[in-house]
Nanobody
Framework: QLQLVESGGGLVQPGGSLRLSCAAS????????IGWFRQAPGKEREGVSC????????NYADSAKGRFTISRDNAKNTVYLQMNSLKPEDTAVYYC??????????????????WGQGTQVTVSS
């Protein structure tokens, strides 16, 4: 069974950091583009970052540039999203997604084949 599991969310104060993990089971992430998305209450799901199969290409939403870093460790079958300088507006449920055909472009495509269940990130003092 193909499964993605996110972890690392939680409550953090503004200016703090979190590292989200996206672990795959049942398939090898090497052959998949990975995206991170988020959805705040009452808002549409939006792309945050993506990374290519090789890890050589990454893209970020404007809101994430300079603060978030995506990386992948294919040996651990895991993708990470390091989030620094967090702001209250970063509060959302964060999802990772995987797709064997989609590329990683600055204009995020939401049509990924596989999705995790999400992890809550709350930025509040």
């Amino acid at each position: 069974q193909l499964q993605l599991v996110e972890s690392g969310g939680g409550l953090v104060q503004p200016g703090g950091s979190l590292r989200l993990s996206c672990a795959a089971s049942g398939f090898t992430l090497d052959y998949y583009t990975i995206g991170w998305f988020r959805q705040a209450p009452g808002k549409e799901r939006e792309g945050v970052s993506c990374i290519s199969r090789s890890g050589g290409k990454a893209n970020y939403a404007d809101s994430a540039k300079g603060r978030f870093t995506i990386s992948r460790d294919n040996a651990k079958n895991t993708v990470y999203l390091q989030m620094n300088s967090l702001k209250p507006e970063d509060t959302a449920v964060y999802y990772c997604a995987a797709d064997p055909r989609l590329g990683c472009y600055s204009r995020f495509n939401i049509d990924y084949d596989y999705w995790g269940q999400g992890t809550q990130v709350t930025v509040s003092s």
